[in-house]
């Protein structure tokens, strides 16, 4: 994986190689020299043990393309399947494949973003005939791929999930964590994200905003970093709401921190792919409410598992959170729900059973 910072795809990448180890497979992580602090120390503290760096330079860049094509078509000859996750390593792989000889393994592609891949000439002979599989992360992303015709219906798969359901479970509340997060007195709303626009932080601004005129405001936290920082201290500001947000920046113990939530939000404005967090929260246990954008309609059902909001609406966001607040009993069974639903469909220990599978299939 060509990832320069840690994002849902590195996360993907990582959780799945872990996963695949603890299955008793053999599987080295390739990422990008360089990303030590930002990548590669982050995937050996989810697991995983065995680990190559390779150039991976953006764009088309002879010399180190070049470097990796020689280490790439070396390291292919003593492998069964090689998985790619986006564009520039997808390519390297499967052009050291052809340098690799007679033992060129299966090319497996995951993608990671809502964006419709272009069916160009390169994109065609890319997908039918050099890539035996495509992985997507959400079934709307599959739909894509199967509007664009790169591909017949059987080589693109849908498997959302992969949260570390060990790391990520119910625990009781660190009360020292509690009060970092502002949850001193009043019920705890969390937000983790970045700081960035589609993530909906003026949304929950304008939410809590109504909630406050109406005397039952919790307190929310916005865990998380991003260029849009300002601009969400600005929106807290201009509603007068200070005392009833805070803005706790980058969390090493995100376990921890979700444990201390009372209710957790994940509201995007837009559809951000698979969005690790929104399995963590299933994964911990959290009464959730979730914008219906992305993955969300895909594997939770409203009232079941979370209350589901139409994104950007500030108003059903306000009248979840008040009913949720509201309600101890909903709370806790939503809690459990989540809680069941990580376990049995998205853990990642699923979704390395499930690639094993399709693996399998290919080298066979």
């Not at 360089?34 to 953006?58: C, K, N, P, S, Y």
Request: net charge positive; aromatic share 4%.
């Amino acid at each position: 994986m060509s990832c320069r910072g840690w994002s849902s795809d590195a996360y993907w990448a990582a959780r799945a190689c872990r996963e695949l180890e603890r299955r008793g497979h053999a599987v080295t992580l390739g990422c990008k020299r360089g990303t030590d602090a930002r990548v590669i120390d982050r995937a050996r503290e989810q697991g995983v043990t065995h680990i190559d760096t390779f150039e991976l330079a953006g764009g088309m860049r002879p010399i180190p393309d070049g470097t990796d094509l020689i280490a790439l078509a070396r390291v292919l000859r003593e492998v069964d399947v090689v998985h790619v996750h986006r564009g520039k390593e997808h390519w390297l792989a499967v052009a050291a494949g052809y340098l690799a000889g007679a033992r060129r393994p299966p090319v497996v592609r995951t993608r990671h973003i809502a964006q419709a891949v272009r069916p160009h000439a390169g994109n065609r002979w890319l997908y039918r005939h050099a890539t035996a599989l495509v992985v997507t992360v959400t079934e709307a992303i599959r739909r894509q791929y199967l509007a664009s015709g790169l591909l017949p219906p059987e080589r693109v798969v849908a498997l959302p999930g992969g949260a570390d359901v060990d790391a990520y479970r119910p625990r009781p509340v660190d009360p020292v964590v509690r009060r970092r997060l502002g949850g001193d007195g009043a019920p705890l709303v969390g937000l983790v994200s970045g700081l960035r626009v589609m993530k909906g932080h003026q949304v929950v601004v304008d939410a809590l905003a109504r909630l406050a005129a109406q005397g039952c405001a919790p307190h929310v936290v916005f865990v998380g970093r991003g260029g849009h920082e300002a601009a969400v201290l600005t929106a807290i500001r201009r509603a007068g709401l200070e005392r009833h947000v805070s803005v706790a920046g980058f969390a090493s113990d995100l376990p921890a921190v979700m444990a201390a939530l009372d209710v957790a939000l994940y509201v995007p404005l837009e559809s951000d792919g698979m969005s690790r967090v929104l399995f963590e929260y299933l994964a911990a246990g959290r009464p959730l409410v979730a914008a219906r954008t992305g993955v969300v309609p895909e594997v939770l059902v409203d009232g079941v598992h979370a209350l589901l909001v139409p994104a950007g609406d500030a108003g059903a966001l306000a009248d979840a959170l008040a009913r949720l607040l509201q309600d101890g009993a909903l709370r806790a069974r939503l809690g459990d729900a989540a809680r069941t639903l990580a376990l049995e469909r998205y853990s990642g220990a699923r979704l390395a059973e499930a690639l094993e599978a399709h693996y399998a299939r290919l080298v066979a």
